[in-house]
């Protein structure tokens, strides 16, 4: 097997794996990078959500083999240093959480959502969010914490506006 | 005022919640708490007042050899670091934060200070386990005694160096403080060098609920920051040098015995198989090979015919055990005369309700990591119970309990779903065959099948009432799916109440709130149809019948909010359900929308009032029971498990369907907060009445009355 090269949370790595194995599997077993999560293996729950150039892609359901070049986010490489992500931080405002498990594929697909359409409808998050999975039913909360996200970047862009 | 969810019998007995206690039990001796935890100030349990209490006469003693047995609940350290010891466990019901808000007000130490060190068998004093909604009234309540303990040894500590009376000090913000001479010392220096221990029980008395300032508030959860960051390593994440993966090969359906076997392409594939019993699995290097080799592996299989989930409910009327005593074995309640009641009633009415088996679906899979070292065995997993399967592991394995250690890493969610050990002990027999740690993640297919169900059942439910509204014969029979919330709190003179047990076709166990989800929807739906038939008002039929205040306040609270009585739209409808279980009372009002063309049927909005004594954190209790009404749509709407001749139909997510994002109701809770009761738990009670107003609102909107969970897993079909 010929190394395969990954761009991930802005660092290089080379792993030796079958091109066939899961994104998600090489990210955890192969790297250590165990935030991004197994919940179905069909791509059915986002649990393994994390971000390829950018857009929300099921980890589990991608062959590492596909990725290239293109760059990879974790849930790992979202926070600045000490400094949250604001839509980690409105996750932990809102308590947009009970056992945590499905929050960092929650976190990216949201990440995802706003990249795309920075001030979205409810009904908008609803659609967007639908393939993720929060069995502990925190559902409203993440919906709340997705609006406050949007708020907070909107100012945090419109503070930076001013600024210049 | 008649309050029967403060008696003891008002706890149902929870026929489901797996029970082990445990062979024997070494403790360590008081020295040794030092030795292990460093200087400082220990609390210690001689006697243990819980663990007796939860397993109903502290089994764990036996005879007098034993050294005496002694656990550690707190210790304070020379540098004022609060570490708290429980056996309870993290499934994200957020007791670690509640937890450590109890301790934070009794010991009055900021909750930044304090480490709660959860469900690990080796530093933790015993504990049944995490189910029954158990944590708040008893361990909650076990730590803040724990917490006072402390406090009153470093108030004295205090006294002494100062010459002065305990009375005139207070304790305050980490450090004894006296008001009259503005005097203050930390903790940590009273505690400089020492090795001080206390026993409970102290005589102090806890801080009234009216008092609180740290429990009773919004403390967000106190280790968030890792879950939002992805560094929290549930048990799926652990590792260990040197560790390898492991699959199991499972049989081709249930109770299926190897008829043959050829793991030679697995074994040349690198991979280490085991073959003992029915029992073959294999480790290996990465996950991708031992998934390759356990396919590799040429099995067969011999199963014989069985039931279908198509033939359940009459399986199940049909196949109920008769006990020898029917009437004295604790299944049965009487009282009056239900059949002369039945008969001289001026309404009658009988219907039968049936409950499908679901699944819990935690997000994470079971999941196990265990490593030998000679024969002493270390386990990470995702369970309930990690002392019952420290029990079950030193089982397998003929060993001590004392050569087993389980660590509980705060996990993927349970819902009454993890309490036994099953990938504990397949891990553990690959390591040992392997001479490596070995990893088990089930897959989900894996997690659908070879966990266990909530029970399905078939209520029947018989009842008359007067005239003017008064209920007057109750009989309910419950096939199988147990006798948690089997009894009625309504007020009625003639019953008769049966649990029948039956074998049932599929494995099963407990889920959050157990058989109290079905047996309010039977006896909550039931209810409406009576008042139907009586034509009367459904609030007013319930209030009529129910003396029980703390219930009768819910009612009332969530009828107030929702606007009972409203007019409605068509299409519309409006219901209600509700009870208490687990010492919570809880009143759940549903407004839904049925499109009559489509079938469709549409939860709009809930509103629940719920009250389980002083609240401890009101915005995780919030949390909870939006919690509980999401996860209920799935059982009242459309979740159930498919089976055939042994196996699952629909053993993926692609296939079974639970709640998303757009299946969620506006939903609102009101709490009553009763600061002078005390507290009692809420990931359960909450769920019960969902199922019964989502039914009651369906009946509302299109007159069609739907007696099966779930109700309506492919629409409604209106003719």
């Given at each position: 097997m010929s190394a395969i090269h990954l761009a991930i949370n802005s660092r290089s790595y080379a792993v030796d794996v079958d091109p066939q194995t899961s994104l998600l599997t090489v990210l955890r077993e192969?790297?250590?990078?165990?935030g991004s999560k197994y919940g179905c293996g069909e791509g059915q729950c986002g649990a393994c959500t994390v971000l390829i150039d950018g857009k929300a892609q099921r980890s589990c359901i991608t062959r590492v083999g596909t990725v290239g070049a293109k760059s990879i986010t974790t849930i790992e490489g979202l926070a600045k240093g000490d400094e949250l992500h604001p839509v980690q931080q409105a996750f932990l405002d809102e308590a947009a959480l009970q056992c945590g498990y499905c929050t960092s594929g929650m976190i990216m697909q949201s990440v995802s959502l706003l990249q795309k359409s920075p001030s979205p409808s409810k009904d908008e998050i609803i659609r967007f969010m639908d393939g993720n999975v929060c069995r502990c039913g925190t559902y409203p909360r993440i919906v709340a914490a997705i609006q406050k996200a949007a708020s907070s970047l909107h100012h945090a862009t419109a503070a930076k506006g001013a600024g210049q | 005022m008649t309050d029967a969810s403060l008696t003891p019998a008002a706890i149902e007995p929870e026929r489901y919640e797996l029970r082990a206690a445990p062979l024997y039990h070494f403790d360590l001796g008081r020295r040794d708490f030092f030795k292990f935890l460093g200087a400082g100030l220990v609390v210690v349990s001689v006697l243990k007042p819980l663990a007796a209490q939860e397993s109903g006469g502290g089994r764990r003693r036996r005879g007098d050899s034993l050294p005496q047995e002694i656990d550690a609940w707190l210790h304070i350290g020379e540098n004022g670091t609060v570490t708290v010891y429980t056996g309870k466990v993290e499934v994200g019901q957020n007791i670690r934060t509640s937890l450590s808000q109890a301790v934070a007000e009794e010991?009055?130490?900021?909750?930044?200070?304090i480490e709660l060190v959860m469900g690990d068998t080796q530093l933790t004093p015993f504990d049944m386990g995490t189910f029954g909604s158990r944590t708040t009234p008893t361990m909650n309540l076990q730590l803040r005694k724990v917490a006072s303990a402390a406090r009153d040894v470093l108030v004295g500590l205090a006294a002494e160096q100062w010459k002065t009376s305990p009375q005139h000090l207070v304790a305050s913000d980490g450090s004894v403080k006296d008001p009259g001479s503005a005097r203050a010392v930390e903790y940590a220096a009273l505690i400089k060098g020492r090795q001080l221990t206390q026993t409970l029980p102290a005589e102090d008395p806890l801080i009234a609920a009216a008092d609180w300032k740290v429990a009773g508030q919004s403390a967000p959860k106190t280790d968030g920051r890792d879950f939002v960051t992805g560094k929290h390593r549930y048990p799926s994440d652990q590792t260990q040098p040197e560790m390898l993966y492991g699959k199991i090969l499972r049989p081709?359906?249930?109770?299926a015995t190897l008829v043959s076997i050829d793991s030679e392409p697995a074994e040349q594939m690198g991979a280490t198989v085991v073959h003992d019993g029915n029992f073959v699995g294999v480790a290996a290097t990465t996950s991708e090979l031992a998934a390759a080799a356990v396919k590799a592996i040429r099995a067969e299989w011999k199963s014989e015919p069985q039931l279908s989930s198509k033939e359940l409910f009459d399986y199940l009327r049909k196949g109920a055990k008769q006990g020898n005593d029917p009437t004295g074995d604790g299944d049965r309640f009487e009282l009056g005369k239900v059949d002369d009641a039945f008969a001289s009633a001026d309404h009658r009415l009988q219907q039968t309700y049936t409950i499908s088996y679901i699944a819990h679906v935690p997000l994470e899979p079971r999941a196990a990591l265990a490593k030998w070292e000679g024969d002493s065995l270390t386990v990470w997993t995702g369970t309930q119970r990690p002392f019952g399967v420290r029990g079950q592991l030193a089982e397998a394995f003929h060993i001590?309990?004392?050569q087993v250690r389980v660590l509980m890493p705060?996990?993927?969610?349970?819902?009454?779903?993890?309490?036994?050990g099953e990938t504990a002990i397949e891990a553990a027999r690959l390591a040992r065959a392997a001479k490596h740690p070995v990893k088990v993640v089930w897959t989900r297919e894996e997690e659908f099948t070879w966990a266990y169900f909530r029970p399905a059942g078939v209520i029947d439910v018989k009842s008359g009432a007067r005239k003017d509204g008064m209920v007057t014969a109750w009989e309910f029979h419950n096939y199988n799916s147990g006798s948690a919330g089997i009894r009625t709190y309504y007020e009625i003179p003639n019953q008769r109440i049966v649990f029948h047990e039956v074998n049932s076709p599929l494995r099963q166990g407990s889920y959050r709130a157990l058989a109290a989800t079905a047996n309010h929807f039977a006896r909550e739906s039931h209810m409406n149809e009576l008042a139907h038939a009586v034509g009367m008002d459904s609030l007013e039929f319930r209030l009529r019948n129910l003396k029980n205040e703390r219930l009768r306040a819910v009612f009332e609270a969530a009828a107030k909010q929702f606007g009972w009585g409203k007019s409605k739209a068509a299409g519309q409808g409006f219901g209600m359900g509700g009870g208490y279980e687990k010492l919570g009372n809880i009143a759940t009002f549903a407004e839904v929308k049925v499109d009559r063309q489509s079938g469709e049927v549409r939860v709009i909005r809930v509103v629940s009032a719920f009250e389980c004594g002083a609240i401890v954190n009101p915005d995780n209790l919030r949390n909870q029971i939006e919690g509980s009404n999401v996860q209920g749509l799935g059982g009242a709407l459309f979740e159930a498990i498919e089976f055939e001749n042994g196996r699952i139909l629909n053993a993926r997510l692609s296939q079974y369907r639970v709640p998303r994002f757009s299946d969620v109701p506006s939903i609102e809770t009101v709490l009553l907060d009763r600061k002078d009761l005390p507290s009692a738990g809420a990931?359960?009670?909450?769920?019960?009445?969902l199922a019964p107003a989502i039914g009651n609102a369906i009946f509302d909107a299109t007159g069609a009355r739907l007696r099966s969970l779930p109700m309506a897993p492919n629409g409604l079909k209106l003719s």
């Open positions: 192969h790297l250590d990078l165990t | 010991l009055c130490v900021p909750l930044g200070k081709a359906a249930f109770d001590a309990e004392d705060d996990t993927g969610s349970a819902y009454g779903g993890k309490h036994t990931g359960e009670c909450p769920m019960i009445g």
